[in-house]
């Protein structure tokens, strides 16, 4: 952390000496985003700075999201903030109520004249990152939604049609007994638990993560994640689990490797998954959505994002500002956004570049890149808008302790998804008391 | 004791200077930053400090209230009880064979020493790798003994892996501190208990072994202030906590609150709890413990 601080320290000094001589505003972007979507982002930033001569964009990679949040704060406090800060979607509530330490893009953009329609962007993301009242909050610069990854190789060697991946649960149930058959190890595994298998699970079945709205509508939201249609699907996971069917392979995105590597033949984990199955995966594979229970009225609905927004940080100067909402300006151009979306795998930022896209026939040329779209370009409900809880990071964590001890056999699934829910909602309760003023 | 050697400064103020340099450290390295943990500890902040509000004693009868807390004391008894064990007696064993070595002791020593250089960090992902449940290298091995391991849903299992990485990261420090008391031992004495016919086994316990007792005293309070504070990166790592919270450790669960969940003042107050455990635990071992060791 000193060192990190000192580092930060050092580049302001050198940004407020070098600024006047240049006459050149610098914008500090603080970023999470490693090795290629790191070349990503520093292109995007060195496009822009070639382009025009008024403002130049600096792009510091600060470690993973929660060291590059931690990094900020602590640079806010001893007031060194960069301009531009990444912060991943859970964090999205504490910053939203952090008010005096953010400026919501809505306003700078509008105070720096820029033309500003909140409407050009993909509802489904934009919604998420948008308040109340309808102000924009932050800029969505890297959206993903769960997605089903298989492997098509071994669907083929397990006698299963490689064009026609499972879609519902029961088939995939099935899929996964074939391929055990077949001697694969792992048929189905899972990454960021919370997220595939409870919160998207919730919006895809149009049932409710948290009441309010999954919090969108107010901080006095709880967890309702303990439902019969909840504890159903933990049930059915649960025992795939006892028949070798799912395989645990820990917390976060630990279990995107095991399928790279052919160990496992079925993943649901990110969209942004794609770029790196491409990259180190010796095998053929597909991408389909979302499995469902076709049983459940609504079924599918559409799924909820994850990845990062960029937030704009309190008390810079005007003129840093205009720089701040000139770079996103040209991070919405048709043309910026569609490339970005091409490269990546991120959702498209603006419906404008998701069109492009389409009409220059990519997702055609690419089969599967065009599921995450397609599951969350539709009209949402308030139960499937987005889920945005204060201590989001806490719940995660607790939901993943839980459903350990459920795939481990030590609680059965209603005391695990019982006690996620009122240690939740210990977490919920707090933010809400400490953030009511 | 029998001659008294005290030194007379002819000046008053002449001690307070030469003492000055160590105090100012020891004020603005341990006193400045235990102070502030304190102040941290009975205020609520938001994430970024824009607001701060006085609660008294409030973060700490939360931790009171909360299950997952109070059971972590047991767990972080368990691991330091096994790291300090575990990690004195097999550093103590090395370094007993390694006193014996006479062609290449250098170079055996060296490697005992090597693991020191690695980070708490680093030697979690070691054996987060080695043993990663079926790809692993000893796990794959295991399995032909017909032990499953799978650390990820395995409350014992895990433990033992983070038991592991730390007991390794932290032998050469031991190895280290035998190894120069064994060679501090006069070898005269052992001669003239082994003209005396006491075999290896009884020399060791009888001579050995007591005359070590300074440094294995000095060691175990090292290796229970290391497993207290230094091991958050292992467990990090190696379990995050998990199954469940089978590995949460207190310092790990002090660093999640603080640096993943970004609670400062809950972070705070575990932190004034684990400086109470360390002083205590280290006042205990100073006051009973030390009675039993021979200078």
């Known amino acids: 952390m000193k060192l990190k601080s000192l580092v930060s320290c050092s580049l302001v000094a050198f940004a407020a000496f070098s600024a006047p001589a240049q006459a050149q505003v610098e914008v500090q972007w603080w970023h999470s985003m490693p090795t290629a979507l790191g070349e990503w982002v520093n292109d995007l930033a060195k496009d822009f700075n070639s382009k025009q001569k008024a403002y130049k964009v600096v792009p510091v990679f600060k470690g993973s999201y929660d060291e590059s949040m931690t990094a900020a704060i602590a640079a806010f406090r001893s007031g060194n903030a960069p301009h531009i800060l990444q912060v991943f979607e859970v964090g999205t509530a504490t910053m939203m109520a952090s008010k005096g330490a953010i400026v919501p893009v809505g306003k700078v953009m509008q105070d720096a004249g820029q033309k500003f329609d909140p409407k050009a962007y993909v509802p489904a993301v934009a919604g998420y990152y948008t308040a109340p009242n309808g102000q924009m909050l932050s800029f969505p610069f890297n959206s993903s939604t769960p997605v089903f990854h298989y492997n098509k190789d071994a669907f083929k060697a397990a006698g299963l049609d490689p064009e026609k991946p499972p879609t519902t649960w029961p088939e995939v149930t099935l899929a996964a007994a074939k391929l055990k058959a077949s001697g694969h190890k792992c048929p189905f595994t899972t990454s960021w638990g919370s997220w595939t298998q409870l919160e998207s699970f919730s919006a895809w079945h149009n049932v409710e993560f948290a009441s309010k709205g999954n919090g969108m509508r107010g901080s006095d939201a709880r967890l309702t994640f303990n439902s019969p249609l909840h504890l159903r699907h933990i049930e059915n996971l649960a025992n795939m689990a006892k028949q070798g069917l799912f395989v645990y392979k820990g917390r976060g995105n630990a279990a995107d490797a095991t399928f790279y590597s052919g160990e496992c033949a079925m993943v649901t984990g990110s969209s942004a998954m794609y770029a790196n199955i491409k990259r180190n995966a010796k095998f053929a594979s597909g991408i389909s959505t979302l499995p469902y229970y076709p049983d459940v009225q609504g079924a599918p609905q559409n799924t909820v994002i994850g990845g990062a927004s960029l937030w704009v940080m309190s008390g810079k100067k005007p003129e840093e500002y205009k720089g701040v909402a000139a770079f996103f300006d040209y991070l919405s151009q048709t043309d910026v956004a569609a490339a970005s979306h091409k490269r990546t795998g991120y959702l498209p930022v603006t419906i404008a570049s998701f069109e492009q896209t389409d009409k220059a026939g990519f997702y055609k040329e690419n089969p599967g890149t065009d599921v995450s779209v397609t599951q969350m370009i539709r009209k949402t409900t308030d139960k499937s808008r987005g889920i945005r809880l204060g201590n989001f990071v806490q719940i995660r964590t607790i939901v993943d302790e839980e459903l350990e001890q459920i795939w481990s056999g030590k609680k059965t699934v209603k005391e695990g998804l019982d006690s996620a829910v009122s240690r939740g909602n210990e977490q919920l309760a707090r933010f809400e008391a400490a953030n009511k003023g | ?295």
Do not use: C
């Not at chain 2, 550093?91 to 014996?100: F, Y």
């Not at chain 2, 090597?114 to 796990?139: D, E, H, Q, R």
């Open chain 2, 1 to 295: 004791m029998a001659v008294e050697k005290r030194v007379r400064f002819q000046s008053w103020w002449l001690p307070w200077v030469l003492i000055a340099p160590q105090m100012a450290i020891v004020l603005v390295f341990f006193f400045w930053p235990a102070g502030q943990a304190i102040y941290q500890s009975v205020l609520t902040q938001d994430a970024f400090g824009t607001s701060t509000e006085f609660v008294g004693l409030l973060n700490f009868t939360r931790l009171w209230s909360d299950q997952t807390y109070l059971s972590s004391f047991w767990t972080t008894a368990v691991f330091s009880v096994l790291v300090a064990g575990i990690g004195l007696a097999v550093a103590l064993l090395l370094a007993v064979m390694a006193d014996r070595v006479i062609k290449g002791a250098a170079f055996y020593k060296t490697l005992l020493i090597w693991p020191y250089a690695v980070a708490p960090a680093v030697a979690g992902v070691l054996f987060l790798f080695m043993f990663a449940p079926s790809v692993g290298v000893v796990s794959y091995g295991l399995r032909y003994l017909g032990v499953d391991w799978n650390h990820l849903l395995d409350d014992d299992h895990a433990m033992a892996l983070i038991v592991m990485a730390a007991v390794w990261n932290q032998i050469s420090y031991n190895f280290l501190f035998f190894l120069a008391g064994l060679q501090s031992i006069p070898k005269s004495l052992i001669e003239a208990a082994a003209i005396d016919g006491a075999r290896p086994w009884r020399r060791f316990w009888t001579i050995v072994f007591p005359l070590l007792s300074p440094v294995t005293f000095f060691l175990l309070v090292i290796n229970i202030v290391y497993a207290f504070f230094n091991t958050f990166g292992i467990v990090d790592t190696a379990t995050q906590g998990g199954p469940g919270k089978a590995t949460s450790i207190l310092v790990y669960r002090l660093y999640y609150d603080g640096f993943k969940a970004l609670d400062l003042g809950g972070s705070a107050a575990q932190s004034v709890v684990l400086m109470v455990i360390v002083i205590t635990l280290t006042v205990i071992q100073f006051r009973y413990v030390e009675k039993k060791v021979q200078y």
